[in-house]
């Protein structure tokens, strides 16, 4: 069965503090892995797709990268405003959803 | 507007009432999901349109649970009979065929 396993569950850490999220996941056929922002009462925004081992993608103090088993979110220089849910997905093989795993709660403190 | 509409964006009912839950999305998008968000919980996955191919029903957690997509954009969730352990935030989300998903701000239902 395909699966995703975020860590850590939640997060804290200080303005400036420079650290990273893991997303391992078990799928057949990887059509992609997918990260997204959560923040409180809103739904999940879109930040990244990743498709194939050794790809990255950047946006602001966000860097994603992925391997064969894994996909890590690295953030750069955080600041309070970074504070949010992050969640990771998949899209396997003979199917269009997304799995998506149970996130991790990132708290950045002045 | 460009993003994904959905309503009401909270509903309170009482149990063993029927709700429908609205979504519109982004214009041009061809698929279209829903899945529910229980407090605290990750996403769960519920019913995938795409074109005017057969749904994806394989998440629907019951048959009081039901989905359309009329002329390939709005769609609607209906949960007939509602049971206290339906309360959640359903989010809806569209996408091209293969791209990531955007999602709606959600309808918090609360079953009383």
């Known amino acids: 069965e395909d699966q995703v396993t975020q860590s850590p569950e939640a997060l804290r850490l200080q303005e400036g503090e420079s650290s990273s999220l893991n997303c391992s996941y078990t799928?057949?056929?990887?059509?992609?892995l997918f990260w997204y922002r959560q923040d409180p009462g809103k739904g999940p925004e879109f930040l990244f797709t990743?498709?194939?081992a050794g790809e990255e993608k950047e946006k602001e103090r966000l860097k994603a990268t992925l391997t064969k088993k894994e996909s890590f979110l690295h953030i750069t220089a955080p600041k309070p405003e970074d504070s949010a849910t992050y969640l990771c997905a998949v899209r396997g093989g003979g199917y269009n959803k997304l799995i998506f795993g149970a996130g991790t709660r990132l708290a950045v403190h002045p | 507007g460009a993003g994904v509409s959905q309503s009401p964006s909270n509903k309170v009912t009482e149990k063993g009432k029927d709700v429908e839950l609205r979504c519109d999305p982004i214009?041009?998008?061809?698929?279209l999901y829903w899945y529910r968000q229980s407090l605290g919980q990750g996403l769960e996955f519920l019913i995938y349109f795409q074109g005017n191919s057969a749904p994806d029903k394989s998440g629907l957690p019951s048959d009081r649970f039901s989905a359309e997509r009329t002329g390939g954009s709005v769609s609607t969730l209906t949960i007939q009979r509602t049971q206290q352990e339906d309360s959640a935030v359903y989010l809806c989300?569209?996408?091209?065929?293969?791209?990531?998903?955007?999602f709606g701000s959600g309808t918090q239902l609360s079953v009383l």
């Open positions: 990743l498709y194939s």
């Open positions: 214009s041009g998008h061809t698929a």
């Open positions: 989300a569209s996408s091209l065929e293969q791209g990531g998903l955007f």
């Open positions: 799928v057949s056929g990887l059509r992609g």
